[in-house]
T-cell receptor, first 116, second 118 residues
Framework: DAGVIQSPRHEVTEMGQEVTLRCKPISGHDYLFWYRQTMMRGLELLIYFNNNVPIDDSGMPEDRFSAKMPNASFSTLKIQPSEPRDSAVYFC??????????????FGQGTRLTVV | AQTVTQSQPEMSVQEAETVTLSCTYDTSESDYYLFWYKQPPSRQMILVIRQEAYKQQNATENRFSVNFQKAAKSFSLKISDSQLGDAAMYFCAYRSADSTSGTYKYIFGTGTRLKVLA
């Protein structure tokens, strides 16, 4: 397996534009997590899915952020409209559940988002 | 809600010496898992060590070991014989094991940047 795949690796956009970040989890993993990493706040959990269903989106900062998981192999995180304070590295991670709940979370390489 | 706190933004250690990174957490659950992840400059997140809350024995992985104090909700990482390659950001993580709902939330601390001095 190629691991968790995120795209793009880098994104530079202008304030007010829509940004879509993409993630392909590891096949067979039924948990998918979206995190935002900043110097001040570390790794913040934004939302996570179990079997494609959003379980907890309490970390989503505001209505400008939305996430979907239309199937087991794909998820998106969308910011509309984007603002400079959204600049950060966004990580996607996947993990097993059930008897594998002690398993590690496998992370993608992250998307560095810069909003100018 | 569960929280993870790393109170040391940055630590330094001399090569070949030992260093301990601190982590505390807050939870009302009795069943959970704790992890330490390493993030080098490449941004890749790498699992260093894991601990099941129901196990009293502290986990060990080569030069890495933990001091798990369940009652105190403390989970520190000890790195022995530090090497230059250990320089990275280290994150403490908590994973809940909600057997009622069957959902397992993964949360992280703010990280500790470890510098290794030659």
């Amino acid at each position: 397996d190629a691991g968790v795949i995120q795209s793009p690796r880098h994104e530079v956009t202008e304030m007010g534009q829509e940004v879509t970040l993409r993630c392909k989890p590891i096949s067979g993993h039924d948990y998918l997590f979206w995190y935002r990493q900043t110097m001040m706040r570390g790794l913040e959990l934004l939302i996570y899915f179990n079997n494609n269903v959003p379980i907890d989106d309490s970390g989503m900062p505001e209505d400008r952020f939305s996430a979907k998981m239309p199937n087991a192999s794909f998820s998106t995180l969308k910011i509309q409209p984007s603002e400079p304070r959204d600049s950060a590295v966004y990580f996607c991670a996947s993990s097993g559940g059930g008897v594998w709940r002690a398993g590690e979370a496998f992370f993608g390489q992250g998307t560095r988002l810069t909003v100018v | 809600a569960q929280t993870v706190t790393q109170s040391q933004p940055e630590m330094s250690v001399q090569e070949a010496e030992t260093v301990t990174l601190s982590c505390t957490y807050d939870t009302s659950e009795s069943d959970y898992y704790l992890f330490w992840y390493k993030q080098p400059p490449s941004r890749q997140m790498i699992l260093v060590i894991r601990q099941e809350a129901y196990k009293q024995q502290n986990a060990t992985e080569n030069r890495f070991s933990v001091n798990f104090q369940k009652a105190a909700k403390s989970f520190s990482l000890k790195i022995s014989d530090s090497q230059l390659g250990d320089a990275a950001m280290y994150f403490c993580a908590y994973r809940s094991a909600d057997s009622t709902s069957g959902t397992y939330k993964y949360i992280f601390g703010t990280g500790t940047r470890l510098k290794v001095l030659a």
